[in-house]
């Protein structure tokens, strides 16, 4: 997976890996871009891929307080009907990322890879969570 737009390593049951990231089940596309700060490449390789199930919780910032993914999802304007199926990442039991939103600061690396997702059935999509250059 070297390179931007690489697919994303999923291994949760039911969840396929396909194409450029199509990922079945979900409806909608997960790639990797640069960023300044992000997973190493080398952590990727062990991610499982499951979308929510309610109740999951993430660290920004080193030091700061868990975030609720719900609310996340909520001041990203995500619409409700897409939000059970947001894409989370996961090393085991530890949630990692939330696809195009935060990666946990306990996982971040400078100079890292950001995953991004773009669901099929949001057209008109913010601009932000396009995938892009290192933000």
Known sequence: MAGRGAPAAAGAAGVERRGIGAVAGLGGVLT???AS???A???RKALELRPRAGGESIRLRRGGPRRPVKHLLQEAGVPPWLRD???LLWQGDRLVAVAGLAVAAECQVEAGW???WRP???PDAPAWLLPGPAR
């Open 120 to 122: 099929d059935d949001w």
């Open 85 to 87: 199926r947001w894409p």
């Open 114 to 116: 950001r995953p991004e």
């Open 32 to 34: 990797w871009c640069p």
């Open 37 to 39: 700060f992000g997973l």
């Open 41 to 43: 490449a080398e952590g």
